[in-house]
């Protein structure tokens, strides 16, 4: 659930950038931009989670 959730958001503030700069660039606004983004994003964000150690700290 919680991959489907980070997906579902990063598809959301991609698609919100993705329309937002396009109208200030006065181009058109293309859905799959923002899906590719998101698909990109969330797949290196499932990455970078991987490689963060989740270990307890040893107290000095």
Do not use: C, R
């Amino acid at each position: 659930m919680q991959y489907l959730m980070t997906f579902v958001w990063t598809l959301i503030l991609s698609e919100m950038v993705v329309y937002v700069v396009s109208s200030m660039n006065g181009a058109a606004f293309h859905a799959e931009t923002g899906v590719l983004i998101s698909i990109a994003a969330t797949i290196l964000l499932f990455i970078l989670t991987a490689l963060i150690p989740n270990d307890p700290i040893e107290k000095h």
